[in-house]
């Protein structure tokens, strides 16, 4: 489906199961977490995410917007979805209809819609071709066809990791 950025598979990331599943369909070893969509701030609560001080005026400046924002998340419950790491990449995007269709569903996980490694897919026809029965269905809709800057906030010293 078109996120705000580009083209992702996207499923519910509270379901451990369906994130799995998008491993496997993109082909991609669990070392590199998703990216996960939210619709509000209080969204952060779900996955314990506590929100420092210095992180505010971040959050005002990017969100909504086409900016993905790394934060702490030591939850042991949350591992399936920070493998690890320990820490998360959430993004509230800036379309409305976006944002509502996230209130229904919940937080989703959102990686590009491509094999690991390869370039994400620019049309509905191509994700078609590539994985064909392996989703459960396809949104068509225009994107920007570039990925989300993605920004590791979990310090008072930024580090963009993506432009």
Known sequence: MPTDTIYGIVGPALKK?????????????????FIVLISDLKDLKIFGIKIKPFQK?????????????????????FEYL????????????????LRALLRR???LVAPSANFSG????????KAKEIF??????????????RPSTLIDVRKKEIKVLRK
């Open 17 to 33: 199961e369906t994130v799995e599943r998008i491993f496997k369909i993109k082909k991609r070893r669990n070392k590199k977490p």
């Open 118 to 125: 390869e370039k994400p897919v620019e049309s509905i026809k």
């Open 105 to 107: 569903t919940g937080p």
């Open 82 to 97: 920070h493998l690890g790491k320990k820490s998360l990449a959430l993004r509230m995007p800036k379309p409305k209809w």
């Open 132 to 145: 064909g029965g392996k989703v459960d269905f396809y949104l068509s809709g225009k994107v920007q066809k």
């Open 57 to 77: 005026s971040l959050i005002k400046k990017f969100w909504p917007g086409p900016v993905s924002l790394i934060f702490d998340c030591p939850s042991k419950r």
